[in-house]
C-alpha cells in the first residue's frame, strides 16, 4: 500500500533560519511527489512536484525539495524563513493506480520574530 | 485562469438542513475531487469524478452524503440531514488527467467553511 508519513506535527523556527519538513512515502510504484502549502484560511497551493528528472526540485517562494530514493524521503527545505511562510505544509504522493492523491497528516511551521 | 471556484465561502446551518457546497473547475481540467478537512481526521477524499463520472465514492461518510457533477463546469456535494458532526472545511480540486501521464496535478479552491449548529 502506498502512504506519506509527515514526522513532525509541528516546527517552531526563528525568523531568517533555516528550515527542513520530513516526509517519507511508502510505494512498490513509481512515484510523483508534490508539497502543498495552505495558508490560514485558505486552500491548498501547489508549492513544488517531483514527476522524473532532477531529483533536486525548486518550487515557489525560495522552497526546494530533494527526492532521494534509498532513503523513501522528499524532505522541503528553505535555507532562510520569513514570518510569511507560517502556514500548514503538505506532502502528497500522487497513486497512478488508483488515480488519487495520497496526502501526509501536515506539519505547521510557525515562524517566530 | 480565475483556478477553481468554490460557493459559499462560508456557509451556517442548523442540524436537520440541507446543504449544498458547490464548485466550478479550471476550464479544460476532466477530474474533479471533494475533500473535507478537519483537525481530527486531517485532509480526506470523499469523491472524485472523471469525465463527469463518479469514478471513486468510497470517502463518502454516509449516505447523507451525494455528489453530483452534471456537466464538465460545475459539481455539487450535497449533505441532506446535515448534522453538527459534518462540520469542516471542505475543498474542491481539479486537474487534467490522463492516464499513465505524470501531470495530473490538481489545483485547490478555497474551500468553504461548513459550521452546523
Known amino acids: 500500500a502506498q502512504s506519506v508519513t509527515q514526522l513532525d506535527s509541528q516546527v517552531p523556527v526563528f525568523e531568517e533560519a533555516p528550515v527542513e519538513l520530513r516526509c517519507n512515502y511508502s510505494?512498490?510504484?513509481?512515484?510523483?511527489l508534490f508539497w502543498y502549502v495552505q495558508y490560514p484560511n485558505q486552500g491548498l497551493q501547489l508549492l513544488l512536484k517531483y514527476l522524473s528528472g532532477s531529483t533536486l526540485v525548486k518550487g515557489i517562494n525560495g522552497f526546494e525539495a530533494e527526492f532521494n530514493k534509498s532513503q523513501t524521503s522528499f524532505h522541503l527545505r528553505k535555507p532562510s524563513v520569513h514570518i510569511s511562510d507560517t502556514a500548514e505544509y503538505f506532502c502528497?504522493?500522487?497513486?497512478?493506480?488508483?488515480?488519487?492523491?495520497?496526502f501526509g497528516q501536515g506539519t505547521t511551521l510557525q515562524v517566530k520574530p | 485562469d480565475a483556478g477553481v471556484i468554490q460557493s459559499p465561502r462560508h456557509e451556517v446551518t442548523e442540524m436537520g438542513q440541507e446543504v449544498t457546497l458547490r464548485c466550478k473547475p479550471i476550464?479544460?481540467?476532466?477530474?474533479l475531487f471533494w475533500y473535507r478537512q478537519t483537525m481530527m481526521r486531517g485532509l480526506e477524499l470523499l469523491i472524485y469524478f472523471n469525465n463527469n463520472v463518479p469514478i471513486d465514492d468510497s470517502g463518502m461518510p454516509e449516505d447523507r452524503f451525494s455528489a453530483k457533477m452534471p456537466n464538465a463546469s460545475f459539481s455539487t456535494l450535497k449533505i441532506q440531514p446535515s448534522e453538527p458532526r459534518d462540520s469542516a472545511v471542505y475543498f474542491c480540486?481539479?486537474?487534467?488527467?490522463?492516464?499513465?501521464?505524470?501531470?495530473?496535478?490538481?489545483?485547490f479552491g478555497a474551500g468553504t467553511r461548513l459550521s452546523v449548529l
Open positions: 510505494s512498490s510504484v513509481s512515484v510523483y
Open positions: 476550464s479544460g481540467h476532466n477530474s
Open positions: 502528497a504522493l500522487f497513486s497512478s493506480n488508483t488515480g488519487k492523491l495520497i
Open positions: 480540486a481539479s486537474s487534467r488527467y490522463t492516464s499513465g501521464s505524470t501531470k495530473n496535478i490538481q489545483y
